[in-house]
């Protein structure tokens, strides 16, 4: 049985760092994903990390101040968010997959999201 369980977020203020870890069971992925929801929007793609060619991907409004990594071994990803701004504020979630995709209908595998808060 696949999952994936997230763990990380919580309330900080604007300028301060979090990360974010996701890690998988039951199966090892090509891409790990991290996508957020903020109230009333759709969900969003933020980051992606591809195994195969070693490649990760990023929206514009956080390249720069946030990272993704994955651990193989612990078949677990990570999302360091530095330099956290109150529109960064939203759900996150962790989704997994064989392809890189921007959309959210385009992976299988989502954990149960994690609340980060940012307050000005």
């Known amino acids: 049985q696949v999952q994936l369980v997230e763990s990380g977020g919580g309330l900080v203020q604007a300028g301060d760092s979090l990360r974010l870890s996701c890690a998988a069971s039951g199966r090892t992925f090509n891409v790990m994903a991290w996508f957020r929801q903020a109230p009333g929007k759709e969900r969003e793609f933020v980051a992606a990390?591809?195994?195969?060619?070693?490649?990760?991907h990023y929206i514009p409004s956080v390249k720069g101040r946030f990272t993704i990594s994955r651990d193989i071994a612990k078949n677990t990803a990570y999302l360091q968010m530095n330099s956290l701004k109150p529109e960064d504020t939203a759900v996150y979630y962790c989704?997994?997959?064989?392809?890189?995709?921007?959309?959210?209908?385009?992976?299988?595998?989502w954990g149960q999201g994690t609340q980060v808060t940012v307050s000005s």
């Open positions: 990390a591809q195994w195969n060619d070693g490649t990760n």
């Open positions: 989704a997994a997959g064989p392809y890189v995709v921007r959309t959210y209908t385009g992976y299988e595998y």
